[in-house]
């Protein structure tokens, strides 16, 4: 006999244990009025009993369960006894004494050969109003070179309306 | 750590096929690597399920590396019209010939290894954790990392292929 199709969940989830109190009731009373139902989820029961029993697992024996203790502690230890890459690089004289030696150097040798920096930095730079004023010195230290020009256009000026026609 | 040791070997030994070398060496990677991230763990699940994931992990990992190996150092294992699977995988067209009622209890615990064997990755994992340890599916979807219907799909699509792989036996 065939099983209800609406009910394989149901059957499976019984199989496994997984039906909350109400949902078991339910099922517990369909079983007991479905052959069908009831044929599949002892077939399921029977087959998933068989599963395990095929699959049984060799136990782990105390002196192997050791040793992997002992290894797991090993390796625990080791990590933490390894510094971090930083502290094992400074921690090396032979590593840290050149590299000090020759950051001194170059800051002595930056120090006397480079930039002035103070010099350039005291100049300040002119801003749009100082453009301006400059602009304005410059009109006026010119005035007089522009009056004679006006002199000028107007002697022009004379010239060409005397001229006969 | 001795009371998750039995448990996780039990775990790490069906992942690795009945390897009891690969599952000891599983076994102690998860247990270094729960150690050195121990400091992550904060409390959202319970230890023994943020473990069980790792440990998860640890195999699943661990399986795709010795897939790996195969695909690379077997080239003959390619050129077979069964991509994937490994020589233990692969369907023996004698074994369809026979009939499962004639097949003694050890030829049957052979054939439902290598049904779990043939098994996509995630309805085996659902599988093995639920009917072999015994997890709730709850649990099963935390160690998985996915959603509780998920993992029931997973388990009842495993439990179908089972049941109409092995519909003979159970008839005989």
């Not at chain 2, 990992?61 to 077997?74: A, E, S």
Request: aromatic fraction near 8%; charge should be neutral.
């Amino acid at each position: 006999m065939k099983p209800c199709p609406d009910r394989n969940d149901t059957i499976l989830l019984a199989v496994y244990k997984e039906l909350n109190p109400e949902q078991q009731r339910d099922w517990e009373e369909h079983k007991a009025a479905c052959p069908g139902c009831r044929g599949e989820y002892e077939a399921l029961l029977r087959l998933v009993g068989r599963i395990r029993e095929s699959m049984t697992v060799p136990e782990l024996s105390g002196q192997t369960a050791n040793a992997l203790l002992r290894s797991v502690k090993q390796e625990m230890r080791k990590e933490r006894e390894k510094p971090s890459w930083w502290k094992e690089w400074l921690g090396r004289p032979n590593r840290l004494v050149p590299a000090l030696a020759t950051a001194s150097i170059v800051l002595i040798t930056f120090g006397l050969f480079g930039p002035n920096f103070t010099e350039k930095t005291s100049s300040p730079k002119p801003d749009a109003e100082n453009e301006a004023v400059i602009k304005d010195l410059d009109v006026l230290t010119n005035l007089d070179f522009l009056e004679d020009m006006d002199t000028l256009q107007e002697l022009l000026n004379v010239l060409d309306h005397n001229e006969p026609t | 750590m001795h009371r998750y040791q039995q448990k996780a070997y039990a775990i790490a030994y069906h992942f690795t096929d009945g390897s009891v070398q690969d599952a000891e060496d599983l076994t102690q990677e998860a247990f270094l690597r729960a150690f050195q991230n121990l400091d992550k763990f904060r409390g959202e699940s319970s230890f023994y399920t943020w473990f069980y994931r790792i440990l998860v992990n640890v195999c699943v990992d661990g399986r795709r590396r010795r897939n790996r190996w195969h695909k690379v150092f077997l080239p003959w294992h390619r050129e077979s019209g069964h991509k994937g699977l490994s020589p233990e995988e692969r369907p023996d067209p004698e074994a369809h010939e026979r009939s499962l009622k004639a097949i003694s209890g050890k030829e049957l615990s052979r054939d439902i290894q290598n049904s779990l064997r043939s098994l996509p990755e995630k309805q085996r994992l659902a599988f093995q954790l639920k009917a072999l340890h015994g997890m709730s599916i709850q649990e099963i979807a935390r160690v998985m990392g996915a959603a509780e219907g998920t993992v029931k799909s997973h388990l009842f699509r495993a439990t179908h292929f089972l049941r109409e792989k092995f519909k003979d036996w159970e008839e005989a």
